[in-house]
């Protein structure tokens, strides 16, 4: 009989158990000696909060909206690259399982499916679209203008991957892509880089303010930017005309040694929160977790390995099992804080 699947580190052992070792170290890796990976993580540990009671709760309400939306649960699927590497449906089952949720999916520029079959696999799924920035800015808006014509409500300029980081697991194992993994996002006709320093060389190097800047003169949708932990960098963003943040260090991915985005973002709050929307990724495991960005007023949280580990251990309906976890968790200690809605979670929920 399987072990019962009780949070997603039930469901982390199940994908371990099933995908192949140097695939498992893509999804799990980070930079270096993965300090910031560990770090995003046990800040949350950190935390403490300090419920009210008696509060007459009954039913807590999750949803809210974003960027104009309405999702019933502030949980976002975080833009993940390569999702046939855990699943042959990858991104499609992802999309479906999203729109099953009721939430938004961020499809990745390196995503193994185009944005237009993604969107052909779940028509009714609220999609958000993540630029890596090529160095040809002709493809780059061209990018942005199918993302658009997809039906796609946001753009999500990642900005912490002018390269890649060290990210020392796949170079140990040696980790590529096959051929039967194309990223028809990123790539052009007849090209194939098989490793991801092969990628990090289509990638812009010299990402900068004006760049931005084009990127929102292109299209009428919404534009937030992904990897602000500095509060300088989020005024910015709000001057140049962004609809919001995304406070994250990558997942640990990128530069060793940040700060936790859950630590980064009260002081992005003071300096931008009045002035653009703010979300919280990296890190996030538990529905508690959801709960303490929302008590320091992040919008909703983005979750990349959650979903992959629903994704590599059951498909389509993983990934719906593993949103659905989070949700109960989340209504769980929403009861138990007496907090009645996600869009209501006091500040002083959170013991200073």
């Known amino acids: 009989m399987p072990a019962e699947r009780l949070s997603v580190h039930d469901w982390r052992r199940d994908a371990a158990a099933t995908l192949e070792a140097g695939t498992l170290g893509y999804l799990e890796g980070g930079a270096g000696d993965e300090r ?3 770090e995003s993580v046990a800040a949350f540990a950190r935390i403490r909060l300090q419920p009210r009671m008696l509060a007459g709760v009954g039913e807590p309400d999750l949803a809210t909206t974003v960027i104009g939306s309405r999702i019933s649960l502030p949980v976002i699927v975080a833009p993940v690259g390569h999702q046939r590497l855990f699943h042959r449906d990858g991104e ?4 479906r399982a999203a729109a099953a949720a009721d939430t938004v999916m961020c499809v990745s520029t390196m995503a193994n499916t185009s944005i237009e079959d993604v969107r052909a696999a779940a028509p009714d799924a609220r999609l958000w679209y993540q630029l890596y920035p090529r160095r040809d800015a002709g493809h780059r808006r061209e990018l942005v203008e199918r993302a658009e014509a997809t039906g796609c409500t946001a753009i999500v300029l990642t900005a912490d991957v002018q390269q890649l980081g060290r990210r020392e697991r796949d170079q140990r194992s040696g980790f590529r892509l096959a051929p039967t993994m194309p990223m028809p996002n990123l790539h052009r006709d007849g090209e194939f880089p098989g490793t991801l320093g092969d990628i ?7 990402m900068s303010w004006d760049d931005l800047a084009d990127l929102i003169s292109w299209t009428r949708l919404p534009v937030l930017v992904k990897g602000i932990l500095h509060p300088a960098d989020a005024v910015r963003a709000a001057e140049e005309g962004c609809a919001g943040v995304i406070v994250s260090n990558h997942g640990g991915r990128q530069l060793e040694g940040t700060v936790a985005p859950i630590v980064a973002l009260p002081r992005i709050v003071e300096a931008a929160g009045d002035r653009l929307e703010l979300y919280l990724d990296s890190g996030v495991r538990r529905g508690v977790d959801v709960l303490a960005a929302l008590a320091l007023v992040a919008r909703a949280v983005l979750v990349g390995r959650a979903p992959m580990y629903g994704l590599a251990a059951g498909g389509e309906a993983g990934v719906v099992a593993v949103l659905d976890l989070l ?8 009861h138990l804080a007496g907090v009645r809605s996600v869009r209501q979670v006091p500040r002083d929920l959170i013991w200073h």
Request: glycine share 0%; net charge negative; hydrophobic share 70%.
């Open 36 to 38: 910031a990976l560990a």
């Open 327 to 334: 949700r109960a968790e989340l209504a769980n200690a929403l």
């Open 200 to 206: 990090a060389s289509l990638l812009e190097p010299a």
């Open 92 to 95: 499609e089952a992802v999309a």
